[in-house]
């Protein structure tokens, strides 16, 4: 079993709907969960990180985490054909720096 | 300020060749990891260096190598290539190795595809 498994899609919404996109993970080590927008032939970039449980929120992203049910979610409100992406979740213990991704899911916003 | 930047951006090799790519981290960052990512495992970790250290190893093979320089610049080599190891390659920099806060967080290069045929 993976560590984290992540549904890899595809997604596709119209403009202006909310994404939901969700990990779940096994290692209840993991304290630092993290997500990365990877556009087509470059590398990720960091979205939004959270530390433990809890929400985050920035601008028209939303971050939550469950350590309970060892799951977490990025909302994306208002979704843009700009965000039209791979999203990755990733997760770290905080020791290090030795990050565990998901495989990714496609996401893709109909103008 | 200038990226991460990685070298070369394509490659095409044959089973059984070994391969050596580059990577030049952000200015001032001492941290360089690399990670592996194909469609059906996503991104693995590989390694991390940081002050010409390997600190952390991923569950890959001695085939994969790396070793950072005094400048900060990483390679990582593949010897005996297999059909499996194509995949994008990516190294990431940070400032500090270890340390947490938004700021210190990982900055990817734009990877290097490798097809091994």
């Known amino acids: 079993q993976k560590e984290v498994e992540q549904d890899p899609g595809p997604l596709s919404v119209p403009e202006g709907a909310i994404v939901s996109l969700n990990c779940t993970y096994s290692?209840?080590?993991?304290?630092?969960f993290m997500w990365y927008r990877q556009y087509s032939r470059k590398g990720p970039e960091l979205l939004m990180y959270?530390?433990?449980?809890g929400n985050k929120e920035d601008g028209r992203f939303t971050a939550q985490v469950d350590k309970s049910s060892k799951y977490i979610s990025l909302f994306i409100r208002d979704s843009q054909p700009s965000d039209s992406a791979t999203y990755l979740c990733?997760?770290?213990?905080?020791?290090?720096?030795?990050?565990?991704f998901g495989t990714g899911t496609s996401l893709t916003v109909i103008p | 300020k200038a990226g991460v930047t990685q070298t070369p951006r394509y490659l095409i090799k044959t089973r059984g060749q070994q391969v050596t790519l580059s990577c030049s981290p952000i200015?001032?960052?001492?941290?360089v990891s690399w990670y592996q990512q194909t469609p059906g495992q996503g991104l693995q970790f590989l390694f991390e260096?940081?002050?010409?250290?390997?600190?952390n190893k991923g569950n890959f093979p001695g085939r994969f190598s790396g070793r950072q320089f005094s400048n900060s610049r990483s390679e990582m080599n593949v010897s005996t290539l297999e059909l499996g190891d194509s995949a994008l390659y990516l190294c990431?920099?940070?400032?500090?190795?270890?340390?947490?806060?938004?700021?210190?967080?990982?900055?990817f290069g734009p990877g290097t595809r490798l097809l091994v045929l």
């Open positions: 990431a920099s940070s400032l500090l190795a270890g340390a947490w806060g938004f700021k210190e967080t990982q900055y």
């Open positions: 260096y940081f002050s010409e250290t390997q600190r």
């Open positions: 959270t530390y433990s449980s």
């Open positions: 290692n209840s080590a993991f304290q630092y």
């Open positions: 990733a997760m770290n213990q905080g020791t290090g720096n030795q990050f565990y």
């Open positions: 200015s001032g960052h001492r941290s």
